[in-house]
């Protein structure tokens, strides 16, 4: 079972902020969070990850709970190529498993024109 | 760098048929995985391996077999084709080192639909 929950669609206007929520309250202290988008028929693709500190790249933020039970993906001006299915997915250091990776059904993102 | 391929991108198969999917990667990533997608739903892991020579079962293993006898290739082969099996295969790889802060690079999918 996906260690996330996430909601299952949500909307957005074109060029305003997103912010995607995803909840892991049974997140261990060395899990790392990770985002991943899947645009229409294609295979996913990596967003961001992070730790316990907020980060940001060139495509997105991630803010992080201070007790890390949950986080926020935010795209700051969503454009309609943001349209996508997107990942919270939670990596255990420790090394690949059969749990490492485990995506759960996602967040729906339409971006409206 | 072509990244990770996947052939073929559609297959229709026949109840019982036996077929391979390809999945290659010129990246020299050690990781190597299989998942499966079906409709609405998340991905699913096959199998994985994290180098030549080593595999190992993930989430959902029944009825494929997997072998990597070189870095770069990763093939899943479906035994006897079952309706269950009709999903779309993404294959991905990822350096090893670092695991869990690594981006994973995912193939654009095969699209298999067995009758």
Redesign the interface.
Known sequence: DAKTTQPNSMESNEEEPVHLPCNHSTISGTDYIHWYRQLPSQGPEYVIHGLTSNVNNRMASLAIAEDRKSSTLILHRATLRDAAVYYCILRDPLMYNNNDMRFGAGTRLTVKP | NAG?TQTPKFQVLKTGQSMTLQCAQDMNHE?M?W?RQDP??????IH?S?GAGIT????VPNGYNVSRSTTEDFPLRLLSAAPSQTSVY?C?SSR?AG???N???????TRLTVL
Not at chain 2, 40 to 45: H, Q
């Open positions: 990770v990781y995985s998942y609405g739903m998340g991905l699913r892991l994985y994290v190992d079962q993930g989430e993404f991905a090893v695991v869990a802060i981006e994973q690079f995912f193939g654009p999918g």
